[in-house]
């Protein structure tokens, strides 16, 4: 019985550790861009005056958001 545990925390680790987190990152900002940051457009349109992003999110991601931003107050 103590093996099957050890195995199952050893499994934990494996699964739950680095691999699944950068899994879960990176399906957001996948998620994000092939969806056009559509959510953070909902974040803007709730009134917020600054949106960010995380420690993957890059330049030209957040141009990209303004960009989306912009569009949208001006129509």
Not at 38 to 66: E, L, N, V
């Amino acid at each position: 019985m103590n093996n099957i545990a050890k195995f199952l925390e050893d499994l934990d680790g494996l699964l739950w550790g680095t691999p699944m987190t950068l899994l879960v990152l990176m399906t957001g900002i996948i998620l994000s861009i092939r969806f056009g940051f559509r959510y953070q457009r909902k974040i803007a349109d709730a009134g917020a005056s600054m949106i960010g992003g995380c420690c993957r999110t890059k330049p030209d991601d957040i141009r990209k958001i303004a960009e989306i931003v912009n569009e949208e107050e001006c129509r």
